[in-house]
């Protein structure tokens, strides 16, 4: 089976900008989630989809949204970029979405290195 | 507030040498992952636990729920085990995801 994929892989953007980005997931997967990586804050979690629908979001502003379509791909759109957008983003892909007592192994994709100047 | 924390943050190990990496966490859980991210960014998932002990090859993973503790032991370290180590659990209410800040592993040969 094909792994999760991330397009672009590198991306610089000037301030202000909107920023698009793109993950396949694995054949199967139905959930997807991000995740921002900054030198200074570690891994932090953005936003889960499944079934189309964003079920879990992290502690980050609106400009940051997502949406995932009918086939599990999804999208995640900066907009406005800040300089502090600077990062690594990461998609994971999941059978199944974490509930109360379950949780589902995730598989990472190798993201998309996003510079903002 | 940091609902994770890990220890060491970075640590040398020789070759071959028994590696223990400790993660603390403060919310109730559904589940801890370990996760293995080499230079360059690719994360690979190593492990996902919610009780007892789980082993693969020369890793192995352990929790204790009633203390909020897990190890991830590394037998025989070898250089190319040389990573960052993330501990990630997910809260019981299932609504996010929360990282340690990583441990930073370098294996001399």
């Known amino acids: 089976k094909a792994g999760v994929t991330q397009t672009p892989r590198y991306l610089i953007k000037t301030r202000g900008q909107q920023v698009t980005l793109s993950c396949s997931p694995i054949?199967?997967?139905?959930?997807v989630s991000w995740y921002q990586q900054t030198p200074g804050q570690g891994l932090q979690f953005l936003f889960e989809?499944?079934?189309?629908?964003?079920?879990n979001k992290g502690n980050f502003p609106g400009r940051f949204s997502g949406r995932q379509f009918s086939n599990s791909r999804s999208e995640m759109n900066v907009s406005t970029l800040e300089l502090g957008d600077s990062a690594l983003y990461l998609c994971?892909?999941?059978?199944?979405?974490?509930?109360?007592?379950?949780?589902?192994?995730?598989?990472f994709g190798p993201g998309t290195r996003l510079t903002v100047t | 507030k940091n609902e994770v924390e890990q220890s060491p943050q970075n640590l040398t190990a020789q070759e071959g040498e028994f590696i223990t990496i400790n993660c603390s966490y403060s919310?109730?859980?559904?589940?801890l992952h370990w996760l293995q991210q080499h230079p360059g960014g690719g994360i690979v998932s190593l492990f996902m636990?919610?009780?007892g002990k789980k082993k693969h090859g020369r890793l192995i993973a352990t929790i204790n729920i009633q203390e909020k503790h897990s190890s991830l032991h590394i037998t025989a370290s070898h250089p190319r085990d040389s990573a960052v180590y993330i501990c990630?659990?997910?809260?019981?209410?299932?609504?996010?995801?929360?990282f340690g800040t990583g441990t930073s592993l370098t294996v001399i040969p």
């Open positions: 054949s199967g997967h139905r959930s």
């Open positions: 919310v109730g859980i559904s589940a």
């Open positions: 994971a892909s999941s059978t199944g979405l974490a509930g109360a007592t379950s949780s589902y192994e995730q598989y």
């Open positions: 989809y499944f079934s189309e629908t964003q079920r």
């Open positions: 990630a659990v997910r809260p019981n209410t299932g609504n996010q995801f929360y």
């Open positions: 636990l919610s009780s």
